[in-house]
């Protein structure tokens, strides 16, 4: 391994995709593969954790081949290992991390235990290699939604969080209750495209509030107006309810990169793909004089590169990860400060 | 040959490295009780590497992965057979996938009962097993591995009015299911655990004759599918 060209394999097994890429140097994407399950959580309208970890076994052969095929890579090339260890589903977690631990072992190289928050705070640096910190990221998916101040490399803040559902899965849960299936977000986005977005005003939720999230009550509006509605458009409750969204969590990142004074906000995570989100945060930065940078979509959702990359940064900080190393379902971010 | 052997399919973590003469060494850790939480995830890895240098071979040597595929506890099972999978495409060497109840089975082909039926504990009152009747050279099953309730087994056992050995942990912890019945012999706790000296056995056997598999092929034989899933059945 040299400093220059130091590969890394990582999985990321942490949810519903399973996911293997071969990242050179923390900056250059040789491939990134994700297989998706969300075919086999649509009958059940969610992630079913024990389908979700079944799954995993399953495409874990398929996409190490696959990732190794379109690096043009051997697995002795690479030089270390790398999985999500947490935050998410404990049963999932576990078989990337394994599988990263085995082939560390076998291969005599080190392994590297990722947080997935981090790496998604990572992803942004593969298309915009100058990033460095002070900068202000939101990640929003289906499990999480936060605000962290990156401060230095490896080092973040937390500023706010959602004190109950995440964006993504009041997403899900307004698509189901409009009858638009699963997953929701890229429908409700599809749908809301299509037409003006203030039909239906749905308010903000917490907009006023500091840097926290709440949308279990925005669910519970969405859920009161189509029951006292019904006639009214589907596209256009949608389209309220995702500009509802879209407005908080802009505001909120807008207003942390106010209190903390960083110059550059950056967005991550599965919700990050929504079409308004992305129009509406370089809208917001060009106002205020900051740099956005919204990464492309696959970027965005869950993949194996943005581990990659924060396993390059960590093994560089904190060195390698012991193999006894397990997997944490609930890990904060904040474990990762010195 | 050389032959590294892993079993996770309880909450005791195993490993061990052999060849068709027997093991070099094994090691492991926990019990199939309940005294402590299963560490399957931290501890295997480390298992083997600990393996390995006390016993003097490299991975580098190895021939052939073993691992025991269940049924029994998803997790564990999970953590093995990725395990497996891992070192198979590392090393460039086949996988021999045995079924765990084989495992508990095997070391038992010398009972002088007309049948050995393993139960390993699946939770919820019920038992993975299957029946294997002893004959020269080894043991032969008799039929599918199944999920049943502990009293199911001992009704099937009643039925059947034959001499038998019940053992595994699933024997031990529903004991009292098999109380009663004359014809029916518990195993004591050193049949408790899946074998690590049969996962070695077994493999080099079946090795040898080429019943080996790819990585990708190897799937953990679950027998129970999950709640969701049943749940989505029964609503249909
Ligand atoms: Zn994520």
Redesign the pocket.
């Known amino acids: 391994m040299t400093a220059q060209h130091q590969l890394v394999l990582a999985f990321e097994t942490?949810?519903d995709e399973t996911a293997a890429a071969l990242v050179a140097d923390g900056t250059m994407v040789r491939s990134s593969v994700v297989a998706t399950q969300t075919a086999r959580h649509a009958p059940f309208g969610g992630v079913v954790p024990e389908v979700a970890s079944r799954a995993h076994v399953e495409l874990l052969d398929e996409v190490l081949v696959q990732a190794l095929g379109e690096a043009g890579a051997t697995l002795a090339d690479v030089d270390v290992f790398a999985a999500a260890h947490g935050p998410g589903l404990s049963g999932a977690l576990l078989v990337g991390v394994s599988a990263a631990k085995a082939l560390a072992l076998a291969l005599e190289r080190p392994y590297v235990g990722v947080h997935?928050h981090e790496a998604?705070m990572c992803a942004a640096r593969l298309e915009a290699p100058d990033l460095a910190p002070p900068f202000v990221t939101l990640v929003v998916?289906g499990?999480?939604t936060l605000i962290a101040h990156t401060t230095a490399p490896g080092r973040h803040e937390v500023l706010g969080q959602t004190v109950d559902d995440a964006a993504g899965e009041a997403f899900d849960k307004v698509a189901r209750l409009l009858g638009l299936g699963y997953p929701g977000g890229p429908a409700i986005d599809e749908l809301a495209g299509r037409v003006a977005a203030d039909a239906v005003r749905f308010t903000p939720p917490m907009l006023d509030d500091g840097l926290d999230f709440s949308f279990s009550g925005l669910k519970t509006a969405v859920l009161r107006h189509h029951r006292e509605h019904p006639d009214r458009p589907v596209a256009d409750v949608a389209a309220g309810f995702q500009r509802a969204v879209v407005q908080v969590l802009v505001t909120k990142l807008m207003r942390a990169a106010a209190a903390t004074g960083a110059p550059t906000v950056v967005i991550g995570?599965?919700v990050a793909a929504n079409s308004a989100l992305r129009a509406a945060v370089v809208e917001a930065a060009d106002a205020a004089g900051l740099r956005a940078v919204v990464p492309s979509r696959a970027l965005c959702t869950?993949n194996a590169a943005m581990v990659a990359v924060a396993a390059h940064e960590r093994l560089a900080l904190d060195g390698p990860t012991p193999l006894d190393d397990g997997v944490y379902p609930n890990l904060p971010l904040s474990t990762l400060n010195p | 040959m050389i032959v590294l052997a892993i079993d996770t399919a309880t909450r005791r973590v195993g490993c061990a490295l052999g060849t068709a003469d027997g093991l070099l060494g094994e090691i492991a850790l926990g019990h199939a009780g309940k005294a402590t939480a299963p560490r399957h995830t931290e501890q295997l890895t480390p298992a083997i590497e600990t393996l390995c240098a006390q016993t003097g071979v490299s991975l580098r040597d190895v021939g052939a992965i073993a691992v025991s595929i269940g049924p029994g506890m998803f997790t564990g099972l999970r953590v093995g057979v990725v395990t497996a999978k891992a070192l198979a495409h590392a090393l460039a060497v086949p996988v021999v996938a045995v079924p765990t109840l084989d495992l508990v089975a095997w070391p038992l082909r010398y009972a002088r009962h007309a049948c050995v039926v393993p139960l390993i504990d699946a939770r919820r009152n019920e038992v993975y097993c299957a029946w294997y009747r002893p004959v020269p050279g080894g043991v032969q099953r008799d039929g599918d591995y199944q999920l049943l309730t502990p009293d199911d087994v001992a009704a099937e056992l009643t039925a059947r009015r034959e001499l038998a050995l019940v053992c595994g942990d699933g024997a031990l912890r529903f004991a009292a299911a098999f109380e009663g019945d004359d014809l029916v012999e518990l195993a004591g706790p050193d049949h408790a655990a899946p074998s690590l000296a049969a996962l070695v056995d077994l493999a080099c056997a079946r090795a040898a004759r080429g019943d080996v598999c790819a990585p990708a092929d190897v799937v953990p034989m679950y027998l129970r599918r999950s709640d969701a899933e049943l749940a989505l059945e029964a609503r249909s």
């Open positions: 942490s949810c997935h998604h998916s499990g999480h995570g599965g869950d």
